[in-house]
């Protein structure tokens, strides 16, 4: 089934684990991609394959908290592939490490990428959509918003805050068309996850007790993820907005 068939579809943080699965899903469902990330190398391997694949995708290279490279991205894509139709806000970052013994140099970096960048992306895409009466945004927040997680409160605090935002927006603009709805991930093998667990000093012991805790019992893979993803962006959830999904093995059970 090829649910997205000619859509202009905007993944941010393309090249990574999470992000990469999901531009290769819309692409398999005919999606136009544009794969944005830091690393233009990485977002170039995800749009190649998906080309290989004989789908349609474009990489750019686009640091989130920039927002001349925001807009640059944003028209780069609907010169190349057309208005955007969906807007996927995934790209982000985190420290491991107990509140005190961070530092504000790390606060702002952490809410420039998960909080702002998202806030950029938002108000560089809206306008169009808003003009066309018509869009979808599906906001990649995470388990640490709906129940905390130790060691990264202020990431927990920002994906709080996209949660937020997300039912914020998807109250003004729900008039004219346009959805805004998010997914949690729960612990999931990305760079992120790996980060995660050098920091607890203990990896092994971690993956077990996450594991265990898990009634799914594994942890999360970004394959996973695609799915809750795209149907937020599909007509199917036409009449779903402002809501949010975790995808976590049962992990969390926020209602």
């Not at 990896?203 to 993820?225: H, M, N, Q, W, Y």
């Not at 695609?226 to 199917?236: E, K, T």
Request: proline share 4%; hydrophobic share 45%; charged share 20%.
């Amino acid at each position: 089934m090829r649910r997205f068939e000619g859509r202009a579809v905007v993944v941010t943080g393309g090249g990574g684990g999470i992000g990469g699965a999901t531009c290769r899903r819309f692409g398999a469902e005919g999606a136009k991609v544009a794969v944005l990330d830091m690393n233009l190398d990485a977002a170039e391997a995800v749009a190649s394959a998906i080309r290989d694949a004989g789908g349609a995708a474009k990489a750019f290279r686009c640091d989130i908290t920039d927002r001349a490279q925001v807009d640059a991205a944003v028209a780069g894509t609907e010169a190349a592939l057309g208005p955007i139709d969906v807007l996927v806000n995934n790209a982000g970052w985190d420290v491991f490490k107990p509140f005190t013994k961070t530092e504000p140099a790390q606060w702002d970096r952490l809410i420039a990428i998960n909080l702002t960048g998202a806030l950029h992306m938002h108000h560089a895409v809206l306008p169009g959509m808003v003009a066309r009466k018509a869009g979808r945004i599906v906001n990649v927040s995470s388990d640490a918003a709906r129940v905390g997680s130790s060691g990264e409160a202020v990431y927990a605090a920002c994906k709080g805050g996209l949660v937020a935002f997300s039912k914020t927006l998807a109250r003004e603009h729900a008039r004219h068309g346009i959805t805004v709805n998010v997914v949690c991930p729960g612990p999931t093998e990305t760079a992120l996850f790996e980060d995660y667990k050098q920091g607890a000093g203990n990896p092994e012991k971690l993956v077990e007790a996450f594991t265990r805790s898990i009634p799914l019992g594994r942890i999360g893979r970004p394959d996973d993820l695609p799915g809750a993803i795209l149907f937020f962006a599909s007509d199917d959830a036409g009449y779903v907005t402002g809501q949010v999904l975790s995808v976590s093995g049962g992990l969390t059970m926020a209602g």
